[in-house]
């Protein structure tokens, strides 16, 4: 059995797997219809559980690192099921408000994730290599399986929608399931030794050096851009008078559009610099600008062909944030001990980036009331940001 879960099919497993590829699609709808819920209540939820998350994924890369990765990655991923389980049944368990019930789970479900998160890149990383795999292998085989999840998750966003309009929670049931499957996969892992006794955390953090910390940042932010832009679309498409149907359409137009991508780019990948990633994310944030032309644009079926363009561009930046971060990330810290640290690190940098994201989104939204310009000014604020980025790496050579 071991022999059969091997490091290439296990993650050949997780990446073609998307995490909520089904739920994500329809998530502020589901906290509208099933848990009732406002979009207030949502950003609260999100924005204070991502806050949370700074408090602990360090500490819990530390223990990841001090003790056994496969079981903090194990424990993390069955607690957050149970979370999602405890969340389905929830309505009729409860009557009344429930914001104080799904902001305790999603609290529970955040730790969670923070202690199973970094352990999985450091694991098949580490299996490949004992395979005698090389990085260049990793890369390939990461980016290829990647490319055949976004098709996956294409065909997932679309159904999404149309099984939300039958029954709201089956989109959260196919998500649990392809969760239990890569379960099932990480019990197959090969358990690490426990770990010789690690640094304090303060000296880790001190030794990193500038360069790796601008990667991490750099790659937080385009995390950032990528999922807190996302969540906009389905609010910004329904303002326009799009049909919701026509957004499962673009969920599916969007993943395939990855799809292409990666297939184009899989074996260039180790070709790409940072400043490649930085330069490509301006342009495309840059061009999200076309939507102020949406007001003159006839008819719901040639405003939605527009928008789709526009917010497929986007996925670019998706591309560089999921599907080329671990690769990354991985080659910058080959000779290090404290790789889950350094991801732990990492998704630190990304929550507190999307947390703030979130709380701006909502104070812009209820200044403007509006979800477009609240998206346009958005993504003007990250053009912003990462135009400060290329300057001051350009300046310091981390580019």
Do not use: W
Not at 57 to 69: A, E
Not at 102 to 114: K, N, P, Q, S
Not at 164 to 182: A, H
């Amino acid at each position: 059995m071991t022999q059969f879960f091997n490091g290439q099919k296990i993650l050949f497993i997780n990446r073609i797997l998307f995490d909520d590829a089904f739920i994500t699609v329809v998530e502020v709808i589901f906290f509208s219809v099933y848990l009732k819920l406002s979009f207030s209540d949502f950003s609260s939820i999100m924005g204070l559980c991502l806050l949370i998350s700074l408090l602990v994924q360090i500490p819990t890369g530390y223990l990841s690192d001090k003790f056994d990765r496969k079981l903090m990655l194990v424990l993390g991923n069955g607690a957050e099921i149970v979370c999602l389980i405890t969340l389905l049944f929830l309505p009729s368990l409860i009557k009344g408000s429930l914001f104080i019930p799904v902001l305790i789970i999603e609290i529970i479900r955040t730790g969670m994730l923070a202690l199973a998160s970094g352990n999985f890149e450091v694991l098949i990383f580490n299996m490949f290599k004992r395979e005698g795999k090389t990085e260049k292998d990793f890369m390939e085989k990461s980016a290829s399986y990647f490319s055949i999840g976004a098709i996956i998750a294409a065909i997932s966003g679309f159904v999404s929608t149309v099984l939300f309009s039958y029954l709201v929670i089956l989109p959260l049931i196919l998500d649990l399931s392809i969760k239990i499957i890569k379960l099932l996969s990480a019990i197959f892992m090969c358990s690490e030794a426990i770990h010789k006794e690690m640094t304090k955390i303060k000296m880790k953090v001190k030794s990193l050096n500038h360069k790796l910390l601008f990667l991490l940042f750099s790659l937080a932010l385009l995390f950032c851009i990528s999922r807190g832009t996302f969540s906009l679309y389905q609010p910004v498409m329904t303002s326009l008078g799009i049909p919701l149907y026509y957004y499962g359409l673009l969920i599916m137009i969007v993943n395939l559009s990855i799809f292409v991508l990666l297939r184009v780019l899989k074996k260039k990948v180790s070709l790409f610099k940072l400043s490649t990633l930085l330069l490509v994310s301006f342009a495309v944030l840059t061009f999200q600008g076309v939507l102020v032309i949406e007001h003159f644009i006839p008819g719901n079926l040639f405003r939605f062909l527009i928008v789709a363009i526009i917010f497929s561009s986007m996925q670019i930046i998706r591309l560089f944030s999921e599907g080329l971060s671990s690769y990354f990330i991985n080659t910058a810290i080959k000779d290090r001990d404290d790789k889950t640290t350094i991801f732990s690190l990492y998704s630190t940098m990304a929550q507190l980036l999307l947390s703030a994201s979130f709380f701006l989104m909502g104070v812009v939204q209820g200044g403007v009331d509006n979800y477009l310009m609240t998206y346009l000014y958005i993504s003007a604020i990250f053009v912003l940001i990462i135009m400060a980025l290329g300057i001051f790496g350009k300046g310091k050579k981390y580019v």
